[in-house]
Every structure is written in C-alpha cells, then in structure tokens.
C-alpha cells in the first residue's frame, strides 16, 4: 500500500475532519506531511495484528484529536510517536521537518517508553512520578496516554505474557495516573481493559451479567422517566437522561470490597440527567421536579455543585424511591459540568504522603488545562497558554535504577557517590568508580532520570576530601565529613601524642587557653589545627617549645604581692625607732593595717609579742589605747638613706600602646623620683599595674597619685596596701 492508495486518502481526510470537529485551529499541511511521513517511515513494518503498523500510529492521533484533544501539534506528534523509536529517523531530522515542539513530544514518549521496558514494576507510585520527572511538555503524556489506549484496545494480538504485563502495568500506573489527571474517561478504560486481561473470567461474567441487565434497565429508565420528563419540557428545559453504566472494574471492586453479588451491587439503578443549559440554577429547578414526583431518601443527598470536589467535580447527588419501590442514584448537572467529569479538565493531586512545591506546580498546571479546555474557542489566550505548557514537575528529583532494576530517587544534579551512599554507607565509603547505562564514568558525573548504575567498589578505598564538593545528599555529605573527621580525629590524636610527650620533656605545662593562645600566636586556626599540622611532621616543635619556655619564664615575673613588697619597704627603710629603747627591742607589724614606711605610726605593747607596730589612724588601735593608753609607745620610721622610702600603687584603666611609658614618665618626670620596679598585667582592653618607687614622704607619693591620674586611660591609682588591694 502506497500514499497514493485511495484507502490512505481516506484516512487522512477522517483525521482532519476530526480535528476540525475539535480543535479550535488546524494546521492541515502539518497533519497532512506528519500523516505522510508516518506512512513512509513505518511502510516496511507490521504490528502484531498482521495489519501495517501506521494503523497504530494514526488511531493514536484519531484519539488525541477525539478523546484528548488539545492541539494539532499533539495530534502531529502522534502520527510520529513510534518515528524515532522504531525507524531509523532521529529527532534532529523530526525538528528540521516538523519544529521543535513535535520533535520534544516525540522524544518525550520515546523516552518514557525506554524506561518502562525491561523493568520490573516495584513501587508503582515511584514510576508515576518518575515519569512526570522525564516529561517536560504535559502533551507528552496525553500522546502517550492515547498510545497506551490504543494498545490496550488492540492487546488481543500480543501473547498471554505481554497482556498481563501491559494490563498490569495500565492498571497501576496509566489509570491512577489519568485519574489525577482528570481524565475520567480514560482513566475507566483502561481500568475496564485491564480488568479484562488481568481477569478475563470475572471480567465476561459481568460482561455477560450486565447485558443480561440491560433491557430490563432500560425498559426501567424508560418508566422511571416518564412522569418528570413532561415536567422538565413545561419548564423548557433541555435534557438528556442516561442510565448510568458503572463501569466494569468499578462494579468488581465493590463486589470484591463488600463481599456481595452481583445483583446487589447493580441492582442499584443509577440514573444522569444532563442539562443543555448555562443556568446551574436549573439543577436545582430539576431537582426540585424529581422531589415532587419520587420521595427523596434522607442523607442521601450532595450538592457538589455549591461545593465541588476538590479535581472540579460538579453534581447534584441524590437517592429517591422510584417505580416498584427500588431506590435510584440522580446525578444532575449541566453539560458543562458533564464534560469536566469525563473528559477531565482537571485533576486531584493531593498525595498524603507528599505536599511539596511540586504538587503546587501541578495544580497550576492543571489550572492552565482547565482554562484552556474551557476557553477553546479563544484562540489568543490559547495560544499564550501553550507557552506556559511547559512542565517542571520534580525537576527537583531524578529516578535512576539500580542493576537489578530497582527504582532509587534522587535530587537533581545527584552523582554515583551520592547514589553509592543512598544504596548503602559502606558500598558509598569504598566506592571507587561507577558505571552509567555500562559506561565508566568519573564519580562525580551528574546523573539522570532513567539511568542505570552500578557502584564499583574497593575495600581499600576511602571516600576523598573532594567528594563534598560535588555530592549533593545531605546522607553522602554528612557520611564523607564524618569520615573524614574520624581520620582527622586520628592524625589530631597522633599529633597530641607526640606533643604530650615533648612538653613532658621541657617540663612545661599548658592549660587549654594557654594552648589555645600558643595555637593562635604561632597562625593555626586552632590547637586541633595545630596537632594535625604536627602530626604531620610539617612543625619543628623543640623550637616551638624553646621558645615558649623563655616566654613562660618572662610571663612569670614574680607578682608583688603586699608582704613582700611591705618586707622590702621596711628593710630598705631599716625598720622602725622605738623611742627611748635601743634597736634589739623585740617589734613586729600590726596585720590590721600593715603600716608601711612613710605611714604616720604608732606602737603598742602587748604581752609575749612585744611592741606592736600599727598605723596612728588604725581603727583598731584607737579600740585598744581606750583601752589602756598606757601601753602606746611613740615610734617613727629613722631616717632613711636619702630620705627615700619604697611606696607600692596599684594602677589600673584601660590598655592603650605605650601605656607603661606615659606612666613611667609620669613617675620620673616628678622630681625625678626613681622607680624600683613597674609591672603591667593586660586583660582585654584592661590593664592593672603595680609600680614600685622611691619617695621622700607620704606628700611626695601623693604628688605622684595625683600626677598618674592625669594620665589618660588611667582610672584608679591606690597605694599598696595590705591583703585589700594585691596585684592580681
Ligand atoms: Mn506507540
């Protein structure tokens, strides 16, 4: 058979008929060389029937244009579905003929059956979604819904294998899938042609039953009718009534699931009455009639209409008694409404499992699909629809298949590492290279929806540093940084070790801000950094360690406390006079004010300790001498060499560069008073001093107070006084 076969003609005028019938615009050049190119490529094959395989492909565009109809692209790219598949035209060839939107159809439903064949069904939710995840323009699915319809149509050509892996396949997956789709229609069919290979039994039974059935319900319909039919007419109102045919597998379902016959599940009549009208009030109009004539059943009663389903289903839902007392099932609705139930306009994506961005995008979609359905006839608004056609269904996860055909998910851009860690943590620690589709490929080769892979491992391999870089689950990071932090542990413990040791060695001790101090002097980012980098014997740590020693040495400047600072005070003073007694009288310093050179003072006899030597202004000597008087003996610090005592201050403010020079200056530049010895401890932005000098009396040190005070920064200055004010 040839184009010009007369047969051929035919055909091609019955397509564009139907699609004149039902689609807004047609490009009839486009069909007519699409047509003709189908005819041409597939002229050498046949299909299992025996009849010439372009039959499939054209009676899978006759169900785009009739059953799915959307445009005449989708209805091009049916007539070249099996193009690129089966012939030797590729898409880069489809695309120069046809436009890119035919050619990414077609490679779409080559792809998706690619996937399909060879594997085994496991999860079929996984496959759904897996499916969506290789689908860039929904009309792909709708082509190869149509293609599957077709197939199951013509399923009795095909062995007893094929059938039930096919009808399996349609019943798990296609139909759920053209359920969330909306596609009421087709979502029954394939149910029904499933059932049939799956079930062939059962599936005559009913047959034979429900034909069995069938005068009787219609002579039933018939009587049911009557009496409301003049009625409606009164009201001018334009109707269909249908005795609704459950379809097959729904009927075996609920037999199944209520353990009940047959008859008690059909004997249920279940009648539809559809509206030629814009007016949903006249729904309620009808109902209204229906009421007047049959008793209505309590309860039974659903106004999808004020609330419709949540995939756009509208319908009024009632049960009456009818005729001979037998209750019937009313669905009323209008036209409008009839077309969204069946021919699916939209749909029900609300997965429990699963509320992500994802499920949003779909809704959206499904949106476009039922502004577009209803909206035919606007050709403009149509048009910018199909731009936004475009679907991104979880373009945020990949479906890749292990060797035995298992289905893993993915995020995008997921690599074999990734998928080594998803198979398990120890295929993912030793993995060493990967084979996609039965390539080698480098690890960290992106990976796609529908790729087959195969993890090579080695025992002595270990997951790289580098790995994080391009990995992209959080289960493959997180498994690579620990086990690198386990090897990091131990290069750290190593070079703890080998520190420990060398600090024993130079006798030296550390505590934690110490190390920490030492860590950040010597440019690591911390000690761990710091064991690590000796670990790897990269740090020299005797010199490391030498010169910490001498810095600990000169950080440990011995800290003036007060006794030894009063002691040196007092001897370089050489003591104290006891007036009238010669210097081997027995004295010692009163610990309640710790009188030093310089202080007015005053002693006072007690008993075993000798002359005690206290300041004139202690308060508890003023208790004692009220005591008895008697026993205060007048004292006085001898004059000393150049009349110079040692004085302590204790200064304290904040720490700024040169600090200790300005309050040295301050010092030397009175009098030129000599300082014995100056000490500044700094802590954050604070400094606290002791300073040590030699002062001629009590005035002169007050001078020098007065004179430190001024300096700026500073915020105290005390004498050195007793156990209340020591240096640190
Ligand atoms: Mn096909």
Same mark, same amino acid.
């Given at each position: 058979m040839t184009i010009s076969d007369p047969k051929y003609k035919k055909m091609l005028e019955e397509l564009i008929k139907v699609c004149k019938q039902n689609l807004p615009s047609v490009n009839e050049d486009l069909i007519t060389r699409s047509f003709e190119f189908s005819v041409e490529a597939h002229k050498n094959d046949l299909r299992s029937s025996g009849d010439p395989y372009f039959i499939h492909p054209y009676h899978v565009a006759l169900i785009v244009a !009739? !059953? $799915?109809? $959307?445009d005449d692209i989708t209805v091009a790219s049916a007539l070249l579905h099996d193009v690129a598949e089966d012939t030797e035209f590729n898409i880069n060839l489809l695309s120069k003929e046809f436009g890119n939107e035919v050619a990414e159809i077609v490679d779409g439903v080559t792809k998706i059956s690619g996937i399909f064949r060879g594997q085994e069904i496991t999860k079929a939710e996984n496959y759904r979604k897996l499916l969506l995840s290789m689908v860039k323009d929904v009309r792909v699915i709708l082509v190869k819904f149509a293609d599957r319809l077709h197939n199951m149509r013509t399923l009795d050509f095909v062995n007893p294998e094929k059938q039930r892996r096919i009808a399996q396949e349609t019943l798990e997956i296609y139909a759920p899938f053209a359920h969330r789709f909306g596609l009421g229609r087709i979502k029954w069919e394939f149910e029904d042609l499933s059932f049939k290979y799956l079930n062939r039994d059962a599936y005559e039974e009913l047959v034979k039953k429900v034909a069995a059935k069938r005068k009787e319900r219609e002579s039933y319909i018939k009587k049911f009718g009557e009496p409301f039919t003049e009625k409606l007419n009164e009201y001018n109102l334009k109707y269909e009534i249908n005795g609704r045919a459950k379809h097959l597998y729904s009927i075996y379902r609920k037999m199944v699931r209520r353990n009940k016959p047959f008859e008690e599940i059909y004997d249920l009549f279940a009648i539809r009455i559809i509206l030629d009208t814009k007016n949903t009030y006249d729904c309620y109009t009808t109902l209204g009639i229906i009421n007047q004539i049959y008793l209505p059943v309590p309860d039974r009663f659903k106004d999808y209409i004020s609330i419709p389903k949540t995939n756009n289903y509208q319908s009024i839902h009632t049960t009456v008694v009818g005729p001979d007392g037998r209750l019937v099932e009313i669905q009323i609705r209008t036209k409008t409404m009839h077309e969204v139930a069946e021919r699916g306009v939209a749909a029900h994506w609300r997965y429990k499992e699963s509320k992500s961005a994802s499920d949003k995008d779909l809704e959206n979609w499904v949106n476009w699909i039922r502004d577009i359905f209803e909206n035919a006839s606007r050709d403009e608004a149509r048009k910018d629809l199909m731009e936004s056609f475009k679907l991104n269904l979880y373009q945020d996860e990949i479906y890749v298949f292990t060797p035995k055909g298992d289905l893993r998910r993915l995020p995008v851009n997921s690599t074999p590492v990734d998928f080594a860690f998803e198979i398990h943590s120890k295929v993912g620690y030793h993995c060493i290279g990967a084979k996609v589709n039965g390539k080698i490929v480098p690890l960290d080769t992106m990976l796609h929806s529908g790729d087959q892979l195969e993890i090579i491992t080695s025992k002595t391999q270990h997951p790289n540093k580098n790995w994080v870089k391009f990995v992209t689950t959080h289960k493959a990071k997180t498994a690579i940084r620990k086990w690198i932090k386990k090897e990091e542990d131990d290069i750290v413990k190593a070079g703890k070790d080998i520190w420990e040791k060398k600090i024993k060695k130079f006798k030296l001790s550390f505590d934690q801000s110490d190390l920490d101090k030492l860590a950040v002097s010597l440019k690591f980012d911390n000690p761990r950094h710091m064991f690590k980098t000796i670990a790897q014997g990269k740090v020299n740590l005797d010199e490391i360690l030498s010169t910490s020693k001498e810095k600990e040495k000169k950080e440990k400047v011995p800290v003036l406390e007060f006794n030894t600072f009063a002691e040196t005070a007092r001897s370089s003073a050489g003591g104290v006079l006891v007036e009238g007694l010669d210097s081997s009288v027995m004295y010692s310093y009163a610990k309640c004010c710790n009188p030093i050179p310089g202080d007015p003072v005053i002693g006072y006899i007690t008993i075993g300790e000798g002359i005690k030597i206290h300041r004139k202004t202690c308060n508890n000597l003023l208790k004692l001498s009220e005591i008895d008087s008697s026993k205060l003996i007048p004292v006085q610090w001898p004059e000393a060499e150049a009349n110079l005592f040692v004085a302590g201050l204790t200064v304290m403010g904040e720490d700024s560069p040169g600090i200790l020079n300005e309050i040295s200056h301050a010092i030397v530049s009175y009098q030129n008073t000599n300082i014995k010895s100056i000490n500044i401890n700094t802590s954050d932005s604070t400094f606290e001093g002791s300073v040590t000098l030699y002062v001629h009396n009590i005035e002169h040190l007050t001078k020098i107070i007065d004179r430190l005070k001024k300096v700026r920064g500073v915020y105290s200055v005390e004498r050195f006084e007793g156990s209340t004010s020591q240096v640190n």
């Amino acid at each position: 058979m040839t184009i010009s076969d007369p047969k051929y003609k035919k055909m091609l005028e019955e397509l564009i008929k139907v699609c004149k019938q039902n689609l807004p615009s047609v490009n009839e050049d486009l069909i007519t060389r699409s047509f003709e190119f189908s005819v041409e490529a597939h002229k050498n094959d046949l299909r299992s029937s025996g009849d010439p395989y372009f039959i499939h492909p054209y009676h899978v565009a006759l169900i785009v244009a !009739e !059953e $799915l109809p $959307l445009d005449d692209i989708t209805v091009a790219s049916a007539l070249l579905h099996d193009v690129a598949e089966d012939t030797e035209f590729n898409i880069n060839l489809l695309s120069k003929e046809f436009g890119n939107e035919v050619a990414e159809i077609v490679d779409g439903v080559t792809k998706i059956s690619g996937i399909f064949r060879g594997q085994e069904i496991t999860k079929a939710e996984n496959y759904r979604k897996l499916l969506l995840s290789m689908v860039k323009d929904v009309r792909v699915i709708l082509v190869k819904f149509a293609d599957r319809l077709h197939n199951m149509r013509t399923l009795d050509f095909v062995n007893p294998e094929k059938q039930r892996r096919i009808a399996q396949e349609t019943l798990e997956i296609y139909a759920p899938f053209a359920h969330r789709f909306g596609l009421g229609r087709i979502k029954w069919e394939f149910e029904d042609l499933s059932f049939k290979y799956l079930n062939r039994d059962a599936y005559e039974e009913l047959v034979k039953k429900v034909a069995a059935k069938r005068k009787e319900r219609e002579s039933y319909i018939k009587k049911f009718g009557e009496p409301f039919t003049e009625k409606l007419n009164e009201y001018n109102l334009k109707y269909e009534i249908n005795g609704r045919a459950k379809h097959l597998y729904s009927i075996y379902r609920k037999m199944v699931r209520r353990n009940k016959p047959f008859e008690e599940i059909y004997d249920l009549f279940a009648i539809r009455i559809i509206l030629d009208t814009k007016n949903t009030y006249d729904c309620y109009t009808t109902l209204g009639i229906i009421n007047q004539i049959y008793l209505p059943v309590p309860d039974r009663f659903k106004d999808y209409i004020s609330i419709p389903k949540t995939n756009n289903y509208q319908s009024i839902h009632t049960t009456v008694v009818g005729p001979d007392g037998r209750l019937v099932e009313i669905q009323i609705r209008t036209k409008t409404m009839h077309e969204v139930a069946e021919r699916g306009v939209a749909a029900h994506w609300r997965y429990k499992e699963s509320k992500s961005a994802s499920d949003k995008d779909l809704e959206n979609w499904v949106n476009w699909i039922r502004d577009i359905f209803e909206n035919a006839s606007r050709d403009e608004a149509r048009k910018d629809l199909m731009e936004s056609f475009k679907l991104n269904l979880y373009q945020d996860e990949i479906y890749v298949f292990t060797p035995k055909g298992d289905l893993r998910r993915l995020p995008v851009n997921s690599t074999p590492v990734d998928f080594a860690f998803e198979i398990h943590s120890k295929v993912g620690y030793h993995c060493i290279g990967a084979k996609v589709n039965g390539k080698i490929v480098p690890l960290d080769t992106m990976l796609h929806s529908g790729d087959q892979l195969e993890i090579i491992t080695s025992k002595t391999q270990h997951p790289n540093k580098n790995w994080v870089k391009f990995v992209t689950t959080h289960k493959a990071k997180t498994a690579i940084r620990k086990w690198i932090k386990k090897e990091e542990d131990d290069i750290v413990k190593a070079g703890k070790d080998i520190w420990e040791k060398k600090i024993k060695k130079f006798k030296l001790s550390f505590d934690q801000s110490d190390l920490d101090k030492l860590a950040v002097s010597l440019k690591f980012d911390n000690p761990r950094h710091m064991f690590k980098t000796i670990a790897q014997g990269k740090v020299n740590l005797d010199e490391i360690l030498s010169t910490s020693k001498e810095k600990e040495k000169k950080e440990k400047v011995p800290v003036l406390e007060f006794n030894t600072f009063a002691e040196t005070a007092r001897s370089s003073a050489g003591g104290v006079l006891v007036e009238g007694l010669d210097s081997s009288v027995m004295y010692s310093y009163a610990k309640c004010c710790n009188p030093i050179p310089g202080d007015p003072v005053i002693g006072y006899i007690t008993i075993g300790e000798g002359i005690k030597i206290h300041r004139k202004t202690c308060n508890n000597l003023l208790k004692l001498s009220e005591i008895d008087s008697s026993k205060l003996i007048p004292v006085q610090w001898p004059e000393a060499e150049a009349n110079l005592f040692v004085a302590g201050l204790t200064v304290m403010g904040e720490d700024s560069p040169g600090i200790l020079n300005e309050i040295s200056h301050a010092i030397v530049s009175y009098q030129n008073t000599n300082i014995k010895s100056i000490n500044i401890n700094t802590s954050d932005s604070t400094f606290e001093g002791s300073v040590t000098l030699y002062v001629h009396n009590i005035e002169h040190l007050t001078k020098i107070i007065d004179r430190l005070k001024k300096v700026r920064g500073v915020y105290s200055v005390e004498r050195f006084e007793g156990s209340t004010s020591q240096v640190n």
